[in-house]
T-cell receptor
Framework: SAVISQKPSRDICQRGTSLTIQCQVD?????MFWYRQQPGQSLTLIAT?????????ESGFVIDKFPISRPNLTFSTLTVSNMSPEDSSIYLC??????????FGDGTRLSIL | AQRVTQPEKLLSVFKGAPVELKCNYS??????LFWYVQYSRQRLQLLLR??SRESIKGFTADLNKGETSFHLKKPFAQEEDSAMYYC??????????FGQGTRLTINP
């Protein structure tokens, strides 16, 4: 299965700033996704990162707040913009190859002061 | 809308006892279901998927379409099974919908 590396693993940020999270996969994959896990909650899909085109966002998530890039088949970034304390969460990247289940990165634990 | 329900947030059993983690789903089509597990300080990892019909670490899960369930079972719990378990289903375009998770604790 694909090995997924995420960085940073954690960060503490000031409100109003933005942070970009990187996700690197060690092999070409067809699908990449970004999830959020708020404290004490389950995982919620933010968006599907589409290679070479705009991401597909789920209800409640918008591009201005969570811009996503996927320039190639092995790399994606998620930016959390204009952060507020409500954005304190774990952000996870996942990847899926052809006829394969999704595998996850270690996540990025984000705290906003 | 597709939904996955794990009714137990916490489950505690003794070592050697049988374990059953419940999962119910609502889905209009033909579902594809998974169990993911997260051990302490480790990443979320796939435990098993219903189409594989295999046993991983002694765990099995059978899809029951009549009861819309996909319960995870193990006949004899081990201490290393203590973890957070998530049931999930695939909806359109390979998007995973997760249940709320069950924290399983195996007591010695």
């Amino acid at each position: 299965s694909a090995v997924i590396s995420q960085k940073p693993s954690r960060d503490i940020c000031q409100r109003g700033t933005s942070l970009t999270i990187q996700c690197q996969v060690d092999s070409q994959v067809t699908m990449m996704f970004w999830y959020r896990q708020q404290p004490g909650q389950s995982l919620t899909l933010i968006a599907t990162a589409n290679q070479g085109s705009e991401a597909t966002y789920e209800s409640g998530f918008v591009i201005d707040k969570f811009p996503i890039s996927r320039p190639n088949l092995t790399f994606s970034t998620l930016t959390v913009s204009n952060m507020s304390p409500e954005d304190s969460s774990i952000y996870l990247c996942s990847a899926q190859g052809e006829d394969q289940p999704q595998h996850f990165g270690d996540g990025t634990r984000l705290s906003i002061l | 809308a597709q939904r996955v329900t794990q009714p137990e947030k916490l489950l505690s059993v003794f070592k050697g006892a049988p374990v059953e983690l419940k999962c119910n789903y609502s889905y209009s089509g033909s579902p594809e279901l998974f169990w993911y597990v997260q051990y302490s300080r480790q990443r979320l990892q796939l435990l098993l998927r219903h189409i594989s019909r295999e046993s991983i670490k002694g765990f099995t899960a059978d899809l029951n379409k009549g009861e819309t369930s996909f319960h995870l079972k193990k006949p004899f719990a081990q201490e290393e099974d203590s973890a957070m378990y998530y049931c999930a289903l695939i909806q359109g375009a390979q998007k995973l919908v997760f249940g709320q998770g069950t924290r399983l604790t195996i007591n010695p």
